[in-house]
């Protein structure tokens, strides 16, 4: 893909420790979905907060049973199906609360549809986004960058890459998320890209990053 050459090449060129990591991990292959409904790429993202990858798969592949006629249950089916069934496809207590708020905004109109979403600003849609319960800025963000493929999104609050720019730079610390914004201000328009490459940069052994599911 052009974006992730042209994002490999300029983030090289800003030092020797980026060109290093960028000869590492090769080309930006960021892949994005943005093809999904907003609703059901927020329900997925919800589904595999603060759990592994697998675990989070088990979830989604529970629910996705329920609706075996559909690609994905619409928001009036997650609104129609009782708490017991949605605690059987292991959604948390929290959890349901947030994707049952994720659907009834939906069908109110807060959640855009893609065509809408595509067409928002990316710090207009964050602040729509965050008004639900249970979405913050982080899985706002996740869904700009996996959701619409947006570029130049940089999540500072990721453990992984202010972990990861803290390796990439030996600094003792990771950076807080307000001074890794502004460090970050130079990678723009590529933030996605940086993000992505953060997410790779080896880690010490039983430390290793895992980017956020898509």
């Known amino acids: 893909m052009q974006r992730g050459t042209d994002a490999a090449r300029f983030l090289a060129a800003l030092d020797a420790d980026w060109a290093r990591l960028v000869a590492q991990a090769g080309p930006c292959a960021h892949v994005a979905r943005p093809t999904r409904e907003p609703y059901e790429t927020l329900v997925r993202a919800v589904a595999y907060q603060q759990l592994h990858v697998k675990a989070g798969d088990a979830i989604l592949a529970r629910l996705l049973a329920l609706h075996p006629q559909r690609a994905f249950p619409l928001p009036a089916q997650l609104l129609d199906a009782d708490v017991a069934t949605l605690r059987g496809c292991g959604f948390s207590a929290r959890k349901i609360e947030t994707i049952r708020g994720i659907a009834a905004a939906t069908v109110g109109g807060v959640v855009p549809d893609l065509a809408t979403a595509l067409a928002l600003p990316d710090e207009e849609l964050i602040a729509r986004l965050c008004l639900l319960k249970g ?52 990678w723009s328009p590529y933030r996605t890209a940086a993000a992505w490459y953060l997410w790779r940069v080896p880690r010490p052994p039983k430390a290793k990053a895992r980017e956020p599911a898509g």
């Open 135 to 186: 979405i913050g800025r982080w899985t706002a963000e996740m869904f700009l960058i996996y959701g619409l493929d947006r570029p130049d999104i940089l999540p500072v609050d990721d453990f992984g890459v202010r972990e990861g720019y803290r390796l990439l730079k030996s600094l003792d610390t990771a950076p807080a998320p307000k001074a890794l914004a502004v460090i970050g201000a130079a």
